[in-house]
């Protein structure tokens, strides 16, 4: 399967713990994007990545939470001090650079916060 | 600032008949990209068609077509002949893309849905 990929698929922690979420994009894509949604809501940007450079964070993105794409290829979503609020759905996509027109979205990792 | 604006929570549709997803969008951007995205209860999204500001032709994919009306600011989905795996929620999503320095890929900005439930 050459789709992108999330690890866990579904997470259960209770409020304060630290979680990190794992995406694999594409492999020749450069660029990784995490969004997040919540019930009922469209999805919500959170951050970007150009191979190993993160280009933009959203104002959404507390300073709990932090990502990192260290070789250019997969990305880690840390969140610290987990808050019921943080309670969604984390999504990743991938694309290129230049020319595909698309994100291409992983089954995103549910987080439940106790 | 830029905003989807998708007014149908919810539509129905019989199974085989066609049905049109609404959209309108904000942006003040000449150069834009405009998505549609499915979201079954699995959660993953799974792109559908894409229309650019500038292509003068409204975008097809099989039996998906985008009703784009530049003038309007509307890009509605429509989708012919329904089938049951047709039920999910819909997204409208649209990207800026006048940055060239920057690639043509930005942050998609997204509406709230429209669940969509195909009657046999």
């Known amino acids: 399967d050459t789709g992108v990929s999330q690890n866990p698929r579904h997470k259960i922690t209770k409020r304060g713990q630290n979680v990190t979420f794992r995406c694999d994009p594409i492999s020749e894509h450069n660029r990784l994007y995490w969004y997040r949604q919540t019930l009922g809501q469209g999805p919500e940007f959170l951050t970007y990545?150009?191979?190993?450079?993160?280009?933009?964070k959203s104002r959404l993105l507390s300073d709990r939470f932090s990502a990192e794409r260290p070789k250019g290829s997969f990305s880690t979503l840390e969140i610290q001090r987990t808050e019921q609020g943080d309670s969604a759905m984390y999504l990743c996509?991938?694309?290129?650079?230049?020319?595909?027109?698309?994100?291409?979205f992983g089954p995103g990792t549910r987080l439940l916060v106790l | 600032a830029q905003k989807i604006t998708q007014t149908q929570p919810g539509m129905f549709v019989q199974e085989k008949e066609a049905v049109t997803l609404d959209c309108t969008y904000d942006t003040s951007d000449q150069s834009y990209g405009l998505f549609w995205y499915k979201q079954p209860s699995s959660g993953e999204m799974i792109f559908l068609i894409y229309q650019g500001s500038y292509d003068e032709q409204n975008a097809t994919e099989g039996r998906y077509s985008l009703n784009f009306q530049k003038a309007r600011k509307s890009a509605n989905l429509v989708i012919s002949a329904s089938q049951l795996g047709d039920s999910a929620m819909y997204f409208c999503?649209?990207?800026?893309?006048?940055?060239?320095?920057?690639?043509?890929?930005?942050?998609?900005?997204w509406g709230l849905g429209t669940s969509l439930a195909v009657n046999p």
């Open positions: 996509a991938s694309s290129l650079l230049q020319g595909g027109f698309s994100q291409y």
């Open positions: 999503a649209m990207r800026e893309e006048r940055t060239v320095w920057a690639g043509n890929n930005r942050k998609l900005i």
């Open positions: 990545f150009q191979n190993e450079a993160q280009l933009e």
